[in-house]
């Protein structure tokens, strides 16, 4: 028999709290859609950021979250759609495009790219 905990999420976007009872065995996303509660999602896969939230407190299990570089994991960032709760949880949705930016920012440093010049020649 599996444990059931208690997730917390907070949503940055509309400043509501939702509270949700979830198995250890199931992800956070779909089994707070059972339950009436509409939360940012995208691929469902682990592949993008838009369900990207950052732990406040408890603990997590996420080893198909590869949208998420390990460093964002170690900083506490997690993907609801492919997340399992492992303790009592609580979660504050962010936004897709400030995830984004930490994760790749680093690659967009010196702007955009010129389709077809060497970046010696832009």
Do not use: W
């Not at 509270?19 to 707070?32: A, M, S």
């Amino acid at each position: 028999m599996s444990r059931t905990y208690t997730i917390k999420v907070r949503d940055r976007a509309t400043g509501k709290t939702h509270t949700l009872q979830v198995p250890e065995d199931r992800y956070i996303l779909h089994t707070g859609e059972k339950q009436g509660v509409e939360l940012p999602f995208s691929c469902r896969n682990g592949a993008c950021t838009a369900c990207a939230v950052r732990v406040l407190s408890g603990e997590i299990y996420q080893p198909e979250a590869i949208g998420l570089s390990p460093n964002l994991r170690k900083q506490g960032y997690a993907l609801l759609c492919v997340s399992y709760p492992r303790s009592d949880l609580e979660v504050e949705t962010q936004d897709e495009d400030e995830v984004y930016e930490l994760q790749f920012g680093r690659y967009f440093a010196k702007g955009r790219i010129k389709a077809g010049l060497p970046l010696d020649e832009e």
